[in-house]
C-alpha cells in the first residue's frame, strides 16, 4: 500500500537474500506416522497439489481463490504481492526438505536464540511421503 501510494519503496527482499528456509513445516510423533502412513501419504500428496497450483497459475488466479482470506485488501495489490513471492522464487516446487535448506533453518534459530544446538537431519526429517508424492 505504502510502496502503491508513492511513500515508501522497496529497497531489498529479505526472502530473496536470505535463500530458501522452510517457514512452514509439518512434523508429527514417529508413532503417530507409523500408524497413520495413509493419512500421512494423502495429506503430503495434497501440500505438493498446492505446491504444484501455485506453480502452474498466475498470480491474479492465487489472488481470485485466496481473495476471502484478504477480504480489506484490493486484488490488484493482492496480486502484486503474490507475484512479488513468485518473483523471488518464495514457493517451493515440492514438499521435499533438503538438508542444505533445514541446516539454513536451523542458523536462524540459533542467531534468533530459539535453539540452542542442531539437530541431526537423518533422524529427524522423513521425506519418504514426499518423494512418494512427486512420482
Known amino acids: 500500500m505504502t510502496q502503491k501510494q508513492g511513500k515508501g519503496y522497496m529497497v531489498a527482499s ?38 504444484q497450483w501455485v506453480k502452474e497459475h498466475s498470480s491474479k488466479e492465487i489472488a481470485e481463490v485466496i481473495r476471502s482470506f484478504f477480504p480489506d485488501t484490493d486484488i490488484e495489490m493482492l496480486a502484486t504481492a503474490i507475484q512479488s513471492y513468485k518473483d523471488i522464487d518464495a514457493w517451493n516446487d515440492t514438499p ?37 508424492a512427486i512420482k
Open 14 to 51: 529479505v526472502g530473496e537474500a536470505a535463500g530458501e528456509i522452510p517457514y512452514t513445516a509439518y512434523f508429527a510423533k514417529k508413532s503417530y506416522i507409523e500408524q497413520n502412513q495413509d493419512t500421512i501419504q494423502k495429506f503430503t500428496n495434497a501440500i505438493y497439489k498446492g505446491q
Open 96 to 132: 521435499i526438505l533438503r538438508q542444505e535448506v533445514f541446516e539454513r533453518l536451523e542458523e536462524v534459530m540459533i542467531m534468533a536464540g530459539e535453539l540452542k544446538e542442531k539437530a541431526p537431519y537423518d533422524k529427524i526429517v522423513n521425506n519418504q511421503y514426499a518423494e512418494e
